[in-house]
Every structure is written in structure tokens, then in C-alpha cells.
Nanobody, 124 residues
Framework: QVQLVESGGGLVQAGGSLRLSCVASGRSSHIYAMGWFRQAPGKERECVAAITWSGDSTYYSDSVKGRFTISRDNAKNTWYLQMNSLKPEDTAVYYC?????????????????WGQGTQVTVSS
């Protein structure tokens, strides 16, 4: 089993920045890919960014491309989501996720472990 703990959410004004962190514990050697998802009220959960453990593949949704950056520090079993130029529409609960499957995907069913979520609120 793998446990994931997110941190770094909060309230920020439009145009501001936040960095989310996700620390993995347990059998983290099973992890092939890590992702960040978000879910706003009344909307489906969507993947905003993902990266393989090796870092050789990344994914960004069109809505965040150029503003968000996913990165990882394998030595610390931690991955990050740097969010710049935040917009009110970025307001959501953000979840980190980790997947064992050797298929890199942005689909949530491709991820086996999930964090508890952290609220990001962007005020206008």
C-alpha cells in the first residue's frame, strides 16, 4: 500500500501562485506515475498534470498548460505542482494520485492511490 499526503493549498488572489506537495509513504517503489487532479463543485474530477517516476513523460491539461508545472523529487518520494497565474476557475479541491500501471494516462482509473485532497481557492 501507498499513502499520499498533500499540502500547500490555501486562499490566493487571482494572478498569484501556490505550490502543492504530495509525499508518498509505504511501498512507493511500485509507483510508475504521479498525477494531480482537481474537482470543482458540480464538475467532474479532471487531471491537470501528470508525470512518470522517471520524468520522461508529462501531461498537462489545456486549461493549465503554461501556468502549472509538475515536478518530482524521487529521493524524497515527493511530487509538486507549481501553480502560477492562478485564476478563479482554478478553484477546486486538488488531489494527488499515484499509479502502478505501466501505462501513462491522465484518466483517473489509471491511478491506484489517492491523497485526501487540499482546497485551493482563488479570489477575483
Amino acid at each position: 500500500q501507498v499513502q499520499l499526503v498533500e499540502s500547500g493549498g490555501g486562499l490566493v488572489q487571482a494572478g498569484g501562485s501556490l505550490r502543492l506537495s504530495c509525499v508518498a509513504s509505504g511501498r512507493s517503489s511500485h509507483i510508475y506515475a504521479m498525477g494531480w487532479f482537481r474537482q470543482a463543485p458540480g464538475k467532474e474530477r479532471e487531471c491537470v498534470a501528470a508525470i512518470t517516476w522517471s520524468g520522461d513523460s508529462t501531461y498537462y491539461s489545456d486549461s493549465v498548460k503554461g501556468r502549472f508545472t509538475i515536478s518530482r523529487d524521487n529521493a524524497k518520494n515527493t511530487w509538486y505542482l507549481q501553480m502560477n497565474s492562478l485564476k478563479p476557475e482554478d478553484t477546486a479541491v486538488y488531489y494527488c494520485a499515484a499509479g502502478k500501471s505501466l501505462v501513462f494516462t491522465s484518466l483517473d482509473y489509471g491511478y491506484d492511490y489517492w491523497g485526501q485532497g487540499t482546497q485551493v481557492t482563488v479570489s477575483s
